[in-house]
């Protein structure tokens, strides 16, 4: 069987022929999934990384436009900011695979210089962590996957309570490794880029609300579940002032919530009709 990951850094990834297929095959069982009638036009909000080129919104719009009648797409932290009403002084860092992405919500909806985009993510500290694993243990045998797995299973940053052991084959033999300090090393390893630029966009806040949105930070995506994340961010703005952040209650869905609400609330000039 032929395995396709057909997106990459959250947007369509150019490639072949199958890869754009596998694209439509998904969304073909995503609405599948929620049985449309016959003759029932179906509207799909896409979440995007914040700072998605014009050509990639155009790539996705291409790949669902066999399936819907009307589509939007939007940021995926505005989004999730729009599902918890978060409009208004706040800080959106969605912490995906692909992306982390950035937006500051201050009553409108946000513009470009209000959103910003990394790709120093999950598959970031999935790859750093293969590589010191593999530089550590050059003689056990482990792939990609099992490493994933490592990391969502034990993830963190700061400082670990008690010691993150693992099996690991090594010629075919199982063994007990001790990879505390790569997970450490690799989780840490996107939150440099990641507070030089939310602090830099709560700087070219209109410094009268600035102290509103320190007091607003919300972590968002699955990296948001990273132990110790919120805490780490907290620590590291106390020379800006006082801040609270925030995990959001449901990380896996709090951006389809957002667009859920966008589909049922948004008047039909935002629609764009695929036909």
Known sequence: MDIYRPLEHGVVKEGTEKEVESVKELIRHLIGLVKPGKDQNVFAVVGVPAEALKVNKEAIKKGIADFVHSTMVVSEPFAVAYGMQLLNNAMIVDIGAGTVDFCVMHGTIPTEDDQRTLFTAGDHIDQQLYRLLSEKFPESTFNLNMVRIFKEQNSFVGNSVDAIKVEIP????????????????????????????LTEMIARVDPEYQKKIRGNIFLAGCGSQIRGISQFVKNEMKDYGACQVSAVDDPLFAGANGALALAQEMPKKYWKKMS
């Open 170 to 197: 090594v010629q075919g033999k199982p063994v007990i490794h001790d990879i505390t300090g790569e997970i450490k090393r690799s989780c840490e390893s996107i939150l440099p880029p990641m507070m030089e630029t």
